[in-house]
């Protein structure tokens, strides 16, 4: 499965965002599709997952609140929708897809700039 991610920008403490994970190829729904980000200087964090199902993992706290991950399985997409964005959510956005039976990670998109400033 191939990966595209979009919808980054920047935007004001405070605000919204929605980032979108469009899938090509075979078998999308063999698949559980995460978002991670990179903020500068600092390793890639898992933000949250999502299976075929619907059934949803978001293991970053700090986000727990505020960002939702869904998926719409007839478009082939991933969303991770970010409410209330704070200048520590800035950070490089990348989707992920892995198979379900397996831990790692076997397609990456290119990443997404969200930018929140004060």
């Known amino acids: 499965v191939q990966l595209q991610a979009s919808g980054g920008g920047s935007v004001q403490a405070g605000g919204s965002l929605r980032l979108s994970c469009a899938a090509s190829?075979?078998?999308?729904?063999?698949?559980?599709i995460s978002w991670f980000r990179q903020a500068p200087g600092a390793g890639r964090t898992l933000v949250a997952s999502?299976?075929?199902?619907?059934?949803?993992?978001t293991p970053l706290e700090s986000v727990k609140d505020r960002f939702t991950i869904s998926r719409d399985n007839a478009k082939r997409t991933v969303y991770l929708q970010m409410n209330d964005l704070k200048t520590d959510d800035t950070a490089v956005y990348y989707c992920?897809?892995?198979?379900?039976?397996?831990?790692?990670?076997?397609?990456w998109g290119w990443g997404t700039l969200v930018t929140v400033s004060s």
């Open positions: 999502i299976w075929y199902t619907g059934i949803t993992s």
């Open positions: 190829g075979r078998a999308f729904s063999d698949y559980v």
């Open positions: 992920a897809a892995r198979k379900a039976d397996y831990a790692e990670y076997e397609s």
